[in-house]
């Protein structure tokens, strides 16, 4: 961090974090957690998925979270009859007998993917182009999403009939894996009351595009010690069973574990949660932060883990 320019912008970020995060308080009562992590990749250029059950205001907090950084939001309903052109959109014959690309409702800023695992595979891997490239292809042409560009996917844990699990492959282009939990009974007895009365909260837009894409490279800048580096690979490797540097709990409680980009994005969520709480580098205590949203769709637990009940989360705690 050399740049007056990046300097003046890492010592922003804290407080514009804070004031975004209060915009979307005005709108959605707790899942602080949640928020920071949906904020977290945001300015790593990252992708989340959101599991919980119905009604816990997920499409709620991700339009919120759009209008406070003035950005282009588009819901996709995800259903078992859904074509991959019903994403990315499709070409047809205009007046003039011409070819002519339809833009699907991809082609925003920020795309709730709603009960992503509700879709076949086929649809699923059509988002995975636009997840990885920022790009879509059609009718052999190449067409560039705008930027920035974030996918919030959600799924439903408990309706498993007619679904179709992501796999691996794809689970691994989201940088973070969020539970929701229910309120406690303080929040839901003041959602209650926020929500069914005459009056409509409405929220300040904080941010433009053009911050955030300069947010997200000041982010990148932020120094980290070979020490950390080092820390975030041992980690990853603990979480693989049957490995020169596997942990004891990867052994026993773990089909597979974690492949590299899971220490990419440990270190860059970390280097964003530093920045976000004033700090100029990262530390140990920064991994820590975002560990379980980075690991926890990486690792796979096996039968004796589900026989046991023995918790991602429990086999991460204990691998610190």
Not at 140 to 152: A, D, H, K, M, S
Request: hydrophobic fraction near 40%; charged fraction near 20%; include cysteine.
């Amino acid at each position: 961090m050399t740049n007056s320019n990046t300097i003046e912008l890492a010592t922003e970020f804290g407080s514009k974090v804070n004031k975004l995060k209060s915009e979307v308080g005005k709108v959605i009562v707790g899942q602080e957690q949640i928020v920071t992590a949906l904020v977290n990749a945001i300015f790593c250029h990252g992708h989340v998925l959101m599991v919980g059950v119905p009604g816990l205001a997920k499409t709620l907090l991700v339009k919120t979270l759009a209008d406070s950084m003035s950005l282009d939001f588009n819901r996709i309903q995800f259903t078992p009859d859904l074509m991959p052109s019903d994403i990315i959109g499709s070409e047809i014959l205009d007046e003039n007998r011409q070819f002519k690309f339809i833009q699907g409702p991809v082609f925003a800023n920020l795309i709730l993917a709603d009960e992503i695992n509700r879709t076949p595979p086929k649809t699923q891997s059509a988002l995975l182009e636009a997840m990885q490239e920022r790009q879509v292809t059609a009718g052999g042409r190449v067409y560039q999403l705008n930027e920035p560009f974030f996918v919030l996917a959600t799924q439903n844990p408990i309706e498993q009939e007619g679904t179709y699990p992501l796999p691996e492959a794809q689970l691994d282009r989201f940088m973070y894996q969020v539970l929701l939990d229910y309120p406690s009974f303080d929040q839901e007895v003041q959602i209650l009351k926020q929500t069914t009365g005459s009056d409509k909260t409405s929220v300040t837009p904080v941010l433009s595009a053009e911050d955030i894409l300069a947010f997200q490279k000041v982010v990148r800048q932020v120094p980290v010690t070979d020490n950390v580096f080092e820390y975030v690979v041992k980690l990853v490797q603990k979480t693989r069973p049957n490995t020169t540097g596997a942990h004891e709990m990867a052994n026993k409680y773990l089909s597979y574990g974690a492949g590299p980009r899971a220490g990419q994005n440990l270190i860059l969520g970390a280097k964003c949660n530093a920045l976000m709480n004033g700090k100029f580098s990262v530390d140990i205590e920064d991994i820590h932060a975002v560990m379980n949203w980075v690991l926890s769709h990486r690792v796979v637990r096996n039968f004796k883990a589900e026989a046991e009940g023995i918790s991602t989360a429990n086999i991460i705690a204990k691998m610190i």
